[in-house]
């Protein structure tokens, strides 16, 4: 059983972070497709790994990778249509996924229904058991890389604080209520069992008001996860956190 590494890079700028990601990103799928012909990423929603998206489609970047050879998935999805700007499949489309020869077939959105959200998350956790081969029992799908963002609150994905989705051992996603303060509410999202089977999170995480959740959790992370679902985050192999503490 590896021992989980962590690693800290702190940014001057979201441009650097993003810039930085994108070369973590594009390593990591070239590692993995050398070493057994594929790469799994799981990717992140919200504002702040958009430019790291921008970058990741640039020449330099996007012309290195086998993207026949990647498979694209979302750790959480807004219950909202494809096309509406707060869909994050919306916003990895528009930065990235337009931008690249990656096939059609290597994209799994979440199929994110605003009237049948629980339909949805049992339907995207069987596209996922089945992509995996998973049947069930012990056997769970391990990501190769997965990319996480955190809020204020420390929230991550769509695990939010005090949620009861925090203990879900069995489920792979679920559909949760985001709390009143954050739109949309109804998401679909991966639960801890699936997030903590992957081999290596990074975290972006951009903004000076996020600072001191991330303190906490980099400082104490078993105290901090009674308060902050991001601290319940540890992958089998490697956790890395680019973390840009200035609202540049
Ligand atoms: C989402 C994300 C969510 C996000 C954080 C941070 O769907 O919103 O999955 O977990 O990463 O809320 O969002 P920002 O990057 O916009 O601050």
Redesign the pocket.
């Known amino acids: 059983m590896s021992i989980m590494q962590t690693r800290v890079e702190k940014f001057t700028s979201l441009q650097m972070l993003s810039k930085q990601a994108a070369e973590y990103i594009s390593k990591i799928i070239t590692q993995e497709i050398n070493k057994k012909g594929w790469c799994t990423v799981v990717l992140?929603?919200?504002?702040?790994?958009q430019l790291t998206y921008e970058y990741l489609s640039r020449p330099e970047y996007a012309g290195n990778i086998l993207w026949e050879h990647v498979h694209l998935f979302w750790?959480?999805e807004?219950c909202v249509p494809p096309e509406d700007p707060l869909s994050?499949f919306n916003m990895v489309n528009t930065a990235l996924l337009s931008k690249t020869t990656i096939p059609s077939d290597n994209i799994y959105p979440v199929q994110a229904k605003p009237e049948a959200a629980e339909q949805a998350a049992r339907a995207y956790e069987e596209e996922i058991k089945d992509f995996f081969l998973v049947r069930g029992g012990e056997d769970l799908p391990c990501f190769d890389l997965m990319l996480?963002?955190?809020?204020t609150d420390g929230?991550?994905?769509?695990l939010f604080p005090g949620d009861s989705i925090l203990d879900e051992k069995q489920r792979l996603v679920c559909a949760v209520c985001a709390p009143d303060t954050i739109e949309p509410q109804r998401?679909i999202t991966l639960t801890l069992p699936a997030i903590n089977n992957t081999g290596r999170v990074l975290f972006l995480v951009s903004?000076r008001e996020k600072k001191g959740v991330v303190e906490k959790i980099l400082d104490n992370r078993k105290k901090a996860a009674r308060f902050y679902p991001a601290a319940r985050v540890v992958p089998r192999e490697n956790l890395v956190w680019f973390i840009n503490e200035s609202n540049e």
């Open positions: 992140s929603g919200g504002k702040t790994p750790g959480d807004r994050n996480l963002g955190m809020g929230h991550t994905a769509s998401r903004g």
